[in-house]
């Protein structure tokens, strides 16, 4: 009974491909996130849905594209892959009160 | 530009000893106020958070927010060597549920 859960936990990939990664959470929260963490550890927010309603777009290249179909879900679709999409992407649900809870993330490599 | 800063570390302390963390933020209209622990290769984890002024214990571990020097501190008692980890800061920015993140401090605890 995971919290907040991601598929797939490792991707690895070449450059030009197309690829997806889910998120489902199982809290009942509204809000759901998108998180980028470099090989510099530093967390950035890229996307954030609440109730299905995109509510944060960070400026992220318009290849990373969200999808909400319900708020339990959320998913992230990345087009056209570059090496230095290669990081870990994480997921996360969040309160009313901004506690945000992640999953435990999907290391992509393009090669 | 809000911004959260933490000392980057990395910061070693004896087991059994006070592990103090700090952390300021830019935005005096924060009220939110995170501290999370991420182990090398995992999620971050949820481990404290305040909204008041004053300290807030749990455990071993004590949050301190001071909103008129715009800090919050964690300071983790009779440290463990399964405390080493990253520990980030994070604040509320605005009420869009986004949250501002501290690039982390690196805590050894020494056995």
């Known amino acids: 009974d995971t919290a907040v859960s991601q598929t797939p936990k490792y991707l690895v990939t070449q450059m030009g491909n197309d690829k997806s990664i889910k998120c489902e959470q199982n809290l009942g929260h509204d809000t759901m996130y998108w998180y980028k963490q470099d090989s510099k550890k530093f967390l950035k927010i890229m996307f954030s849905?609440?109730?299905?309603?995109?509510?944060i777009n960070e400026t992220v290249p318009n290849r990373f594209s969200p999808k909400s179909p319900d708020k339990a879900h959320l998913n992230l679709h990345i087009n056209s892959l570059e090496l230095g999409d290669s990081a870990v992407y994480f997921c996360?649900?969040?309160?009313?009160?901004?506690?945000?809870?992640f999953g435990p993330g999907t290391r992509l490599t393009v090669t | 530009q809000k911004e959260v800063e933490q000392n980057s570390g990395p910061l070693s302390v004896p087991e059994g000893a006070i592990a103090s963390l700090n952390c300021t933020y830019s935005?005096?209209?924060?009220?939110?106020f995170f501290w999370y622990r991420q182990y090398s290769g995992k999620s971050p984890e949820l481990i404290m958070f305040i909204y008041s002024n004053g300290d807030k214990e749990d455990g071993r571990f004590t949050a301190q927010l001071n909103k008129a020097s715009q800090y919050v501190s964690l300071l983790i008692r009779d440290s463990q060597p399964s405390d080493s980890a990253t520990y980030l800061c994070?604040?509320?920015?605005?009420?869009?549920?986004?949250?501002?993140w501290g690039l982390g401090t690196s805590l050894a605890v020494n056995p």
């Open positions: 935005d005096r209209g924060s009220q939110s």
């Open positions: 996360a649900s969040g309160t009313l009160s901004y506690e945000q809870y």
């Open positions: 994070a604040v509320n920015a605005g009420n869009n549920r986004k949250l501002i």
């Open positions: 849905y609440n109730n299905k309603e995109l509510i």
